[in-house]
């Protein structure tokens, strides 16, 4: 008859150990999503600061210029307003559409989705994390860009306070807008050339006064997300602004935003599990 040793059995030392390798072994709860989000924002925010300051100096540039040029063609009124406010926005769409289009495709392409797949946080951390400091790196751009359009074609600086909800709404819908693009993107190139084609239409659709547009030219420019930002902010420039369309324009940007974030979490999980 076989002994066998009482440290094997239930209860014994060798099953105790075992019991607590397993234990060792399971897995902790997911993190929150507001914990993982401020976390993933604060290492976006400190890895992207060196390098997007200049790209965000090549934005700021840019979108002066085109107000420089534009104050020869455009006299004043709503079609000066048109300007100052799509030039502003444009600061937005640069860095929140296009270059965020181009870092998740190449962190697609890389391999750097399986780094963050591998912690326990959620998809939507990462998005929105990445999506708010790439938003935030726009602020003083389209601030400087909007107090320089004010001057230069003479219209109040009443109403700037308007672009501490047009910047994060306006910038929500279009950091969505370029995450899924980069994230849906087959290859980094295609990334980054559907984020170029994503400014450039802001730029001809945000900046140029709509009253000179063909009709079929303005649905596309009703299509377009930063579009409501641009005119929520170029109605606060009358002299009686009306609020009732403000709010509304604003609106529409929170619902574009949500959705565009939305498609953008699923985009990532999509390609994370690739």
Do not use: K
Not at 23 to 39: D, F, I, K, Q
Not at 188 to 207: H, K
């Amino acid at each position: 008859m076989s002994v066998v040793p009482a440290d094997v059995l239930p209860g014994g030392a060798l099953a105790a150990d075992e019991r607590g390798a397993d234990g060792a072994a399971e897995l902790g709860p997911r993190a929150r999503l507001w914990p993982s989000l401020a976390a993933v924002y604060r290492a976006q925010l400190s890895r992207a600061r060196v390098a997007r300051i200049p790209l965000l100096f090549v934005a700021t540039f840019q979108s002066v210029g085109i107000m420089i040029l534009m104050r020869g063609v455009v006299d004043g009124g709503g079609e000066a307003r048109a300007v100052v406010a799509g030039s502003s926005v444009l600061v937005v769409a640069f860095v929140a559409l296009n270059l965020l289009a181009q870092y998740f495709g190449q962190l697609r392409a890389s391999g750097g989705l399986d780094h963050y797949a591998t912690l326990p946080v959620p998809p939507a951390a990462v998005v929105l994390g990445a999506a708010g400091a790439y938003a935030s790196f726009t602020v003083p751009g389209t601030v400087v860009t909007a107090v320089f359009g004010c001057l230069l074609f003479g219209l109040p600086l009443t109403h700037l306070w308007v672009l501490a909800a047009v910047i994060p709404l306006a910038g929500a819908a279009l950091a969505g807008l370029g995450a899924a693009l980069g994230l849906l993107a087959p290859r980094p190139e295609l990334a980054t050339l559907l984020g170029q084609l994503g400014m450039s239409a802001a730029l001809l659709l945000g900046v140029l006064p709509a009253e000179r547009m063909p009709e079929v030219v303005r649905l596309a420019r009703d299509l377009l997300p930063s579009t409501y930002g641009v005119e929520a902010f170029a109605r606060t420039f009358a002299e009686r602004p009306d609020w009732a369309f403000v709010l509304g324009d604003l609106a529409v940007c929170a619902v574009v935003g949500v959705i565009s974030l939305a498609v953008a979490t699923w985009a990532y999980r999509r390609a994370a599990v690739r």
